[in-house]
């Protein structure tokens, strides 16, 4: 290995050690109380050091959250070569809500707070390029079932929008515990099997 090559990864590594104490903090502490100050004593650097990989506390909340949606991506992607494409919409909303469940504060960085889009906003960049990619497989699944004779009459756009609205609605109550205390027979099911009566209802469709 070259003295480029050695230097290219020592600086991915230390980029990558930055990133996980910053998401080990913002879980521990909150993202309101972590600091980059609080980051740089965590791997022990300086805060200087902190400040030539990333701009600010957003900028690293924006890496975070696009690691999230690289992750979340290659879940999907495994679906891509079901043929069915109801069969591959109703996999995909699956698989969004077992993320949601198994990655709670990702997914809340993902997709409710809002330091990612600041982020993009202070770089004058006005598309959400993670969210827009993983909407577009969405989109594109629907609109195959719409070409198999699937949703007759609905548009497409609005019915994706629907869609994801919907499986995110039902992730977010979740993982927020807002199932809780409003007397369902089992709380801890009800996520599922709430996903279960919404395929059959577009199953219909």
Avoid at 94 to 118: C, H, Q
Avoid at 119 to 124: A, D, G, K, P, W
Wanted: aromatic letters at 10%; one cysteine or more; proline letters at 2%.
């Amino acid at each position: 290995m070259g003295v480029s090559e050695r230097k290219a990864k020592e600086k991915e590594e230390l980029k990558s050690r930055i990133l996980q104490a910053a998401k080990k903090l913002f879980v521990e502490k909150g993202i309101d109380q972590t600091t980059i100050r609080n980051i740089a004593n965590e791997i022990e650097y300086s805060v200087g050091t902190v400040y030539v990989y990333y701009k600010d506390k957003n900028d690293i909340l924006h890496d975070l959250h696009s690691q999230g949606f690289k992750q979340l991506g290659g879940e999907m992607k495994v679906l891509f070569n079901v043929a069915d494409p109801m069969e591959r919409l109703k996999a995909l909303g699956k698989t969004y809500l077992s993320f949601a469940l198994e990655n709670p504060d990702m997914y809340d960085l993902m997709f409710t707070l809002k330091g990612p889009m600041d982020f993009l906003e202070s770089m004058h960049q006005e598309e959400w390029n993670e969210g827009k990619g993983t909407f577009d497989v969405l989109r594109s699944t629907v609109n195959q079932c719409m070409e198999t004779g699937h949703f007759s009459g609905h548009q497409l756009e609005p019915l994706s929008f629907a869609i994801w609205s919907t499986v995110h609605g039902m992730a977010s109550l979740h993982n927020s515990q807002r199932v809780k205390g409003v007397n369902f027979e089992d709380p801890n099911t009800i996520l599922m099997k709430a996903y279960e009566e919404f395929v059959k209802i577009i199953d219909r469709e």
